[in-house]
């Protein structure tokens, strides 16, 4: 017997997206079960442990009964802990009010969206870039206008002038994912000002995505919120997934304006409460407590990038860059595709896995290529992948490559 039957669902369900690196996660898992060796580039988890005092303080929480609920924008130990970190590494000032804390960071992005969005109104997010913008904008009834990258000489760039072009009387907000996923492009100073000076012209509102801020090897960055006039207009997405190899926890914050930051945590109460109030404890030594294990996290995460940077390019028809933030790599592979005979992006795709067991995603898992395009990208994550297997799998992909 069967119990399927057509469901009359909303139709905004037709216009929400997801995110497909999930289903290469999926199919390369499948490949396993089969028997066959997989080596993992293909999501943004970690196979790194997170530290163990951050653990520790997540079980004392526990055994203390922090068990209960608490207040919906977050402890206030946690936003004043925020607040203080994220205002000195971004030479601003932020106060607990400035806060709002979040199950990860992924619901900042609805909730700025929910809070200063209305149908209609166009925004301009990156593409390549996480798709969770995209599904996030239409699904809620917004234009959603998508700006690219171009090749620079040692990382990608924005693409400037499909931003400003793509601005029109009707754009209300501006996205912006600073260090990138899936490019591992971080922005010159003088790009973020020049972004920071067309918001300030067309008076829009930004979501600065800095989920990778601190997963940064050499060098610093500015966030597009310490430049004059952007502090007012930008809501900072903060997560402690990656600095602390925290993604199962779901830890992260809002930081942004008083005013944004209460309607945030508003909707705070209408969809969970509160974040899980003992993980929140957890986060508060993450920021406060000994620092070691973030270290380690940022140091083996070097070794891998320079391991898989080495690699990727000494692969015939692969050429990478060597981005000083993020773990991903977004290597050029437009002339191994025509070497191969691959005409699409799957094809590539399936035939590296089945062939050599090296899953990774495409361009195409981060959004449909725009017009003009015409360089052919992949994406190697290496925060789930340790460096034996790195070396490994991409001496495989290499012998297949060049066969
Ligand atoms: C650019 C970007 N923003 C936001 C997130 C969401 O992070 P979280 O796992 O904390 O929800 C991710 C996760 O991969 C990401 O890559």
């Known amino acids: 017997m069967t119990l399927e039957r057509t469901y009359d669902v909303a139709d905004r369900i037709a216009r929400l997206g997801t995110e497909t690196a999930f289903a290469v996660s999926a199919e390369a898992a499948a490949w396993q079960e089969k028997g066959n060796r997989v080596y993992p580039f293909h999501l943004g988890d970690m196979n790194l442990p997170t530290p163990q005092n951050i653990v520790d303080a997540a079980t004392k929480a526990i055994a203390d009964r922090k068990t209960g609920y608490c207040p919906n924008a977050g402890i206030m130990p946690l936003r004043e802990a925020l607040a203080a970190d994220i205002g000195a590494s971004h030479g601003i000032v932020y106060a607990a009010e400035n806060v709002a804390v979040q199950p990860g960071g992924k619901p900042v992005i609805e909730k ?9 109104d166009e925004v301009l997010y990156p593409n390549p870039g996480f798709p969770i913008y995209e599904s996030q904008i239409e699904f809620l009834g917004g234009v959603a206008k998508p700006y690219g990258f171009v090749p620079g000489a040692t990382n ?4 400037f002038e499909a931003i400003e072009a793509a601005i029109t009387p009707r754009t209300k907000l501006l996205i912006f994912n600073n260090l990138h996923n899936p490019t591992g492009a971080e922005s010159p100073d003088e790009e973020t000002e020049a972004l920071a000076a067309l918001a300030l012209e067309h008076d829009l509102y930004v979501l600065s995505d800095e989920a990778y801020w601190d997963i940064r090897y050499s060098g610093r960055s500015k966030s597009i919120a310490s430049l004059p006039g952007m502090q007012e207009r930008t809501v900072i997405l903060y997560t402690f997934s990656k600095k602390f190899a925290m993604t199962g926890w779901r830890l992260g914050g809002a930081i942004g304006p008083k005013v944004l930051v209460s309607h945030i945590a508003t909707l705070n109460v209408n969809q969970e409460s509160c974040t899980t109030h003992f993980i929140q404890w957890a986060g508060v030594e993450a920021l406060r407590g000994d620092q070691t294990g973030a270290e380690e996290i940022l140091a083996i995460l070097r070794e891998r990038r320079d391991l898989a940077v080495r690699l990727l390019n000494d692969i015939d028809g692969v050429s990478c860059y060597s981005p000083e933030a993020t773990f991903y790599l977004f290597p050029d592979v437009t002339a191994l595709m025509e070497r191969k005979g691959f005409a699409t992006y799957d094809e590539l795709r ?3 896995l089945e062939q050599t067991g090296v899953s990774f995603c495409t361009r195409l898992h981060f959004g449909r290529e725009l ?19 790195i070396a490994e799998g991409l001496g495989k992909l290499k012998a297949w490559a060049e066969a």
């Open 156 to 159: 990608f760039l924005l693409d």
């Open 112 to 120: 700025f969206l929910l809070t200063l969005m209305d149908p209609g």
């Open 350 to 352: 399936r035939a590296a």
């Open 371 to 389: 017009p003009g395009e015409s360089r052919r990208y992949a994406r190697f994550a290496y925060s789930g992948i340790d460096t034996a297997d």
